[in-house]
């Protein structure tokens, strides 16, 4: 079940002094160090020492009256391909271990630090975020919440992003999402990830994997504070907390091509449900055959933007040091080579096109419906062979994909019932719409 609200709460208690900074930052240090926890695993740095003394700064400034952030004091979790000064911005490799610190916080860094957001440190991902599964030979991967004894996936790139905020390591984790980053582990973990208008967030300090296809996301506990995080990194003030759309008289399209193929029988459960939730509900949900989404597989046959993109950024150090790599990796990042300037021109003609012809088709509808990923989370175990972690991969990324190359904002909400494996429900709204978008979010949130 989605958790309640806690950036809203949280605010309002320390405001109060029911609780300090301090206190919320030892506790998040605690789940980090503990050692049954998954803190070794989700965390590549811990900045103990400095948001300890940002905590403490905080909590002197409160008590003297000064006027902070409304913000402040709260912990929050960073993805290891954002700048933060003094650190080395890995990307979830050991390739970048000599890399120069960055001089400079990132700007979303730079935001949530002004916003009083204390850094805890940086989190595990796969590497050079190029996969939605979460594994990383490097660092070790941290396992799912879920039938953690067993050992399952927590889903991918923001593999660490996730895990820091289900285990209460902090209480958002800033992400990346270029093809379900964020709403991947979301949906494999049982919380909410949010992908934003691509446009409305800087992407400057982020080491990048597609510049055409990524954004800045975060994973967090509910819609109000995914909205939070996103606000802040998109420069906006949000004074309240998302106030929910009127359920009955909205429109979604619930479409058919695609993305629910290879559903499995726990996911098509459990989003039928959600859908007779709905339908209950007032929403009007059409379902349409939208074969446009067939195109975007034919579009990106030979490795699309990613691999062109990422092979762009990647060639030097692939041709010197390739055995450094991941290889799950360097492979996907090797099919960039397959694409000569003219397919990548078609590319973006074909995206272009793509985009306005769907635009048309979905113009009277408020959001796409679809599962998130039509699997529940598979085990560590199930992905040893290269052929099965391709073949789940795949899956995995295909329906989160459909809002980053048709440009559009997004978000993964649990639908699930208590105790059984999460599964996510996926809201894509338009270009641009990213604040109806939330609303609608948080009147779906609270059917569940």
């Not at 919320?24 to 605690?30: A, K, N, Q, S, V």
């Not at 490799?93 to 916080?105: I, K, Q, Y």
């Not at 208008?197 to 504070?225: H, K, M, Q, W, Y």
Request: negative net charge; glycine residues 10%; aromatic residues 4%.
């Amino acid at each position: 079940m989605t958790a309640p609200a806690q950036l809203w709460k949280l605010a309002d208690d320390l405001i109060a002094e029911r609780t300090t900074a301090q206190a919320l930052i030892e506790d998040c240090l605690g789940k980090i160090t503990d050692p049954a926890g998954e803190g070794g695993r989700t965390f590549l740095k811990v900045h103990a020492d400095g948001a300890r003394a940002t905590a403490a700064a905080i909590d002197r400034q409160r008590k003297a009256g000064a006027t902070l952030p409304h913000f402040a004091g709260i912990p929050v979790s960073v993805k290891d391909l954002f700048d933060i000064a003094g650190d080395v911005t890995r990307g979830g490799s050991t390739l970048l271990n000599d890399a120069p610190p960055a001089v400079a916080d990132s700007p979303v860094v730079a935001r949530l630090r002004a916003a009083g957001f204390v850094i805890v440190g940086r989190t595990n991902m796969t590497e050079f975020a190029y996969s939605g599964l979460g594994l990383n030979p490097h660092y070790g991967t941290p396992r799912n919440p879920y039938d953690r004894a067993t050992g399952r996936i927590p889903g991918g790139s923001s593999s660490g992003a996730a895990i820091s905020v289900t285990d209460g390591m902090a209480y958002a984790g800033l992400g990346s999402d270029t093809g379900g980053s964020c709403r991947i582990p979301a949906a494999y973990c049982g919380i909410t990830g949010w992908k934003p208008t691509a446009s409305r967030v800087p992407l400057d300090g982020v080491l990048p994997l597609s510049f055409s296809l990524d954004s800045v996301g975060n994973l967090a506990a509910s819609v109000d504070d995914c909205a939070v995080i996103d606000a802040v990194v998109a420069g906006e003030d949000l004074r309240e907390p998302v106030p929910p759309a009127r359920l009955p008289g909205l429109r979604l399209a619930a479409p058919q091509t695609l993305v629910l193929d290879g559903i499995d029988g726990i996911v098509g459960e459990t989003h039928d449900r959600a859908l007779g939730r709905l339908v209950h509900a007032g929403v009007a949900i059409d379902t349409i055959p939208l074969p446009e989404l067939n195109e975007i597989g034919t579009l990106s046959s030979k490795g699309g933007f990613p691999a062109a993109e990422a092979y762009a950024w990647h060639r030097q150090y692939l041709e010197a040091r390739r055995d450094e790599y991941d290889p799950r990796v360097s492979v996907r990042i090797l099919r960039g080579t397959e694409q000569s300037a003219a397919d990548y021109i078609d590319l973006m003609k074909g995206r272009a096109d793509l985009i306005a012809r769907v635009t048309a088709t979905l113009r009277d509808h408020d959001a796409m419906v679809m599962p998130t990923a039509p699997i529940v989370a598979p085990t560590i175990a199930e992905l040893e062979s290269d052929e099965a972690y391709a073949k789940l991969n795949i899956l995995s990324l295909r329906n989160p994909t459909v809002a980053n190359f048709l440009d559009l904002c997004a978000i993964s909400l649990p639908v699930h019932r208590p105790g059984d494996a999460p599964v996510g429900l996926m809201l894509i709204g338009k270009r641009g719409g990213d604040a109806r978008l939330l609303q609608i979010a948080k009147a779906v949130e609270q059917l569940f």
